[in-house]
C-alpha cells in the first residue's frame, strides 16, 4: 500500500548539487512526518534530515546543516532534499522515510517508518 519512490541521485563533482525527490503514496501525505536517511556499506544507516508533517519543523544532521535543505510539497505528495556543496562523505545510498505513525515526529536515531528503495549519491573529488 504504501510506496515511497527516490529519484535525483547521481555521480557529481566535490562542491556541486543534487536535488532529490521522493514521491509517496498509499496514505495521506500531510499527516505523516518524512525524512532523509543514507547508508554506505559496512556502515549503519545514518540521520541526515526530517520534517514534521506541516513542513514547519525541520532537524539535521550536523554533517549536513548549513548544505542540505528538506522540504516537502503536501499538495503534489513529494519530498525533497536539495544537497549543496556536496562532499565526498556524503557518497551514499539516500532513503526516504515516512512515519509509521500520524501528527508525530521521526526519530533520527530510531525511526519507525516506512522506507523506499534508494537511490545513490556519488561524489567525487
Known amino acids: 500500500q504504501v510506496q515511497l519512490v527516490e529519484s535525483g541521485g547521481g555521480l557529481v563533482q566535490v562542491g556541486g548539487s543534487l536535488r532529490l525527490s521522493c514521491v509517496a503514496s498509499g496514505r495521506t501525505f500531510s499527516r505523516y512526518a518524512m525524512g532523509w536517511f543514507r547508508q554506505t556499506p559496512g556502515k549503519e544507516r545514518e540521520f541526515v534530515a526530517t520534517i514534521g508533517y506541516t513542513g514547519s519543523s525541520t532537524n539535521y544532521a550536523d554533517s549536513v546543516k548549513g548544505r542540505f535543505t528538506i522540504s516537502r510539497d503536501n499538495a503534489k505528495n513529494t519530498l525533497d532534499l536539495q544537497m549543496n556543496s556536496l562532499k565526498p562523505e556524503d557518497t551514499a545510498v539516500y532513503y526516504c522515510?515516512?512515519?509509521?505513525?500520524?501528527?508525530?515526529?521521526?526519530?533520527?536515531?530510531?525511526?519507525?517508518?516506512?522506507w523506499g528503495r534508494g537511490t545513490q549519491v556519488t561524489v567525487s573529488s
Open positions: 522515510a515516512q512515519q509509521l505513525t500520524p501528527y508525530t515526529a521521526l526519530q533520527p536515531l530510531s525511526p519507525k517508518a516506512y
